[in-house]
């Protein structure tokens, strides 16, 4: 694994996929989710090398081998730090392939990282995927925002207990198959991830708070994207971080209302939050990567 040094002097541990890659149409960059690491997504980046593109993701800050003595920790503006991380990656995928076209797929907490990176960024990519992706906003968050900042101020690397019960437990209890089944229905997949010290933790009441209150200022800015936005949204119809399609739907018409995007969206029957490893992965994996060239052929088009 190779890293970059952010703009704050951070070491960020990184990963280029790029073997293989044969008529190049342009780079993606991969942002993964709460309590993993991007090599979880190696299967994917391949498929996506196969298809034309190269591939950049890095272990976001707090998690993997970037924050591995630290796991789950959080600090004062982390979010948007990521979020500028993100954009360091595009820039390094422009100049290590001398692409013009870069795209960005981002799932779980990496699609509200997407969300407010396209609010800045917009026009450094051609595109982006939310899979697994809601719109969090209203009472339920504005709890969760006062109960991270009471907490912080006791302890901010105390563990958040209280918001992994309130959503992967409460996920898990619809299904009743057991712990992190909310996650999706491979039975090895759900094995594998329970197993692995870089998954298997509760993030800090630290962490919470950053990311809700990311999630705040990304509600609060979003007409900022324009119209002609290339934006899709894919998740599973059992997936509880998308209240079931609910709020996936609901984020939908708040693009569409605020910004003018029509967005496409995909939601997967049975299907449950990581769609990406889902027994009908191989599905999911031909839509995003049919959008991913609409993007570029769109934009090709757009400017000729």
């Known amino acids: 694994m190779e890293s970059f040094t952010a703009r704050d002097g951070k070491k960020i541990c990184v990963r280029f996929w790029e073997d293989g890659v044969s008529s190049p149409r342009g ?7 709460m309590c993993e690491y991007i090599d979880r997504y ?10 034309g593109f190269y591939v950049i993701g890095m272990d976001n800050r707090g998690f993997g081998h970037t924050d591995e003595d630290t796991l789950g920790l959080g600090y004062d503006g982390m979010f948007e730090d990521t979020v500028d ?3 360091q990656e595009v820039d390094i995928a422009r100049e290590r392939w001398n692409v013009d076209k870069v795209l960005v797929v981002g799932h779980s907490y990496g699609s509200f990282l997407t969300q407010r990176f396209i609010e ?6 051609s595109g982006a995927v939310l899979v697994g992706s ?3 906003g209203g009472i ?9 900042k009471n907490k912080c101020k006791k302890n901010p690397k105390a563990v958040g207990r209280i918001f992994a019960d309130l959503t992967f437990t409460k996920y898990d209890k619809k299904f009743g198959e057991g712990y992190s089944h909310w996650l999706n229905r491979d039975n090895t997949e759900v094995a594998k991830y329970v197993a692995d010290k870089f998954c298997n933790f509760t993030c800090s009441v630290g962490f919470y708070k950053t990311m809700l209150y990311g999630i705040k200022s990304t509600i609060k800015d979003r007409s900022r994207v324009p119209s ?3 934006l899709m949204m894919a998740s599973g119809k059992d997936d509880g971080v998308g209240e079931y399609g609910k ?9 569409l209302k605020k910004c003018g995007i029509d967005a496409r969206l995909k939601l997967y029957d049975g299907a449950r939050h990581e769609i990406l490893n889902e027994i009908n992965k191989g599905e999911v994996y031909e839509d995003l990567v049919d959008f991913l060239i609409d993007c570029l052929e769109s934009r090709t088009a757009a400017t000729e």
Do not use: E, T, W
Request: net charge positive; glycine share 4%.
């Open 228 to 230: 002609d936005f290339r």
């Open 140 to 148: 339920a968050a504005a709890f969760g925002r006062l109960v991270a």
């Open 120 to 125: 800045r960024y917009h026009s450094s990519v």
């Open 27 to 33: 780079a993606v960059v991969i942002v993964h989710g």
């Open 134 to 136: 809601a719109l969090q």
């Open 42 to 51: 190696d299967d994917f980046c391949r498929f996506l090398n196969s298809n």
């Open 247 to 255: 709020d996936v739907k609901r984020l939908y018409k708040q693009y």
């Open 85 to 87: 991380d993100i954009k």
